[in-house]
């Protein structure tokens, strides 16, 4: 990723903070940060509709390329990478999201487009019961699925528990942050933090010198929900920044559980509530949740490559079918809008496509809309 892009990236997002549903149309409409610049005098010819604020904004980027400038040095400086929304190392699964981020500042390791990924989720005031649940699930999920990546917000409580409970039983984690990679918040957790740029990262869409103010924490849990493809909710009381994250999961068609409690207790309320409504469906273990998500498939599927059971021709497929699958040798589990990018098949036409290689056994469908190669 060119360097005149990330500041460009920077600035816009400076200027986007109360119109970035319109500066995500403008990004989607021409492609990047940079073409935006370069059509910003003339933005109501992209967005007739632009509000004045944002227009007025566009005036004089100076300041907030300066400030790009200085941003950008600061992250060269501190090994922070910022991730702009055409790198391929963006989270997919927020890119679909209608108020994804411009650009990510991540400090890590792990993959952030990994085939499966989940976060975990709830009350502050997590009980014994609360982090017996996280241990034992975290504990039960390793003998499943090894390979999750784990995401929370390094909050007290729920947060930080599933933090440690993921590095505890080998699995990678990345929180994300409601400010800046200049600062930690809170500070208690800087230990768990460390560790986790070596097994996991650390995620914000905020510069630095960005304070932890409440605000910031629920635009947070956007970006918490929209890279995973589940929301877990452990704990929560009647009302909770858990329950946010739940509610904004849905409205991303991501699938949402939570594990019940004592009808009477205070931090289950929130859980129990939920189930109630059909907000989440309800799981009680770690195989609950595989069977649900339909990742213990993949595991026959491994063992059964194990045991020498591959496919090697696939049969009968069109030239549109074949052009699939060669996209899908080359990186497997992928979702459609990918697909429909890398094989120039229309997603009118790709969905009807896919449906017919499921049928003959060569793809299937896994949580988050991943498809996968049975090869």
């Not at 034992?136 to 699925?145: E, I, V």
């Not at 505890?168 to 409601?178: D, I, K, P, Q, Y």
Request: glycine content about 6%; hydrophobic content about 40%; charged content about 25%.
């Amino acid at each position: 990723m060119d360097d005149q892009e990330i500041l460009n990236s920077i600035a816009l997002t400076r200027i986007s903070y109360f119109s970035l549903a319109q500066m995500l149309e403008l990004y989607r409409q021409l492609g990047s940060a940079t073409e935006i610049m370069e059509h910003r005098k003339s933005i109501k010819e992209v967005i007739p509709d632009a509000a004045p604020r944002l227009i007025e904004a566009f005036k004089d980027m100076s300041e907030p390329l300066h400030r790009a400038e200085t941003e950008l040095q600061w992250d060269l400086d501190n090994n922070v990478v910022p991730i702009c929304m055409n790198d391929v190392r963006y989270p997919q699964r927020l890119k679909d999201c209608p108020d994804a981020p411009l650009i990510l500042f991540y400090k890590g390791t792990a993959n952030l487009n990994q085939t499966k990924v989940i976060d975990i989720v709830g009350t502050r005031q997590c009980t014994l019961y609360g982090q017996d649940i996280i241990r034992r699930f975290c504990k039960d999920l390793r003998n499943y699925c090894p390979n999750v990546l784990i995401v929370s917000g390094l909050a007290y409580g729920v947060d930080i528990n599933a933090h440690q409970q993921a590095l505890r039983n080998g699995f990678e984690t990345v929180a994300v942050l409601a400010h800046g990679l200049d600062d930690l918040y809170p500070r208690q957790h800087r230990q768990t933090a460390n560790e986790m740029v070596r097994n996991g990262g650390l995620l914000t869409e905020f510069p630095t010198a960005t304070n932890p103010d409440k605000k910031n924490f629920v635009r947070r849990n956007r970006i918490v929900a929209g890279i995973s493809d589940a929301t877990i909710l452990v704990e929560s009381a009647a009302k909770g920044g858990g329950l946010i994250t739940c509610s904004i999961a849905q409205s991303y068609g991501r699938d949402v559980f939570a594990f019940p409690g004592a009808v009477d207790a205070e931090y289950s309320k929130g859980c129990n509530n939920l189930i109630r409504d059909n907000g989440a469906a309800l799981i009680s273990n770690a195989q609950d949740f595989v069977k649900a998500m339909r990742w213990e498939d993949e595991k026959c599927l491994a063992e059964a490559k194990t045991e020498g059971i591959e496919r090697q021709l696939f049969p009968n497929l069109s030239c549109e079918e074949q052009k699939i699958v060669d996209a899908l040798q080359k990186t497997n589990d992928l979702q459609i809008n990918i697909l429909t990018v890398r094989t120039g098949i229309p997603i009118s036409k790709i969905t009807a496509l896919l449906f017919a290689l499921e049928m003959k056994g060569v793809v299937k469908t896994f949580a988050g809309g991943m498809y996968h190669l049975l090869k």
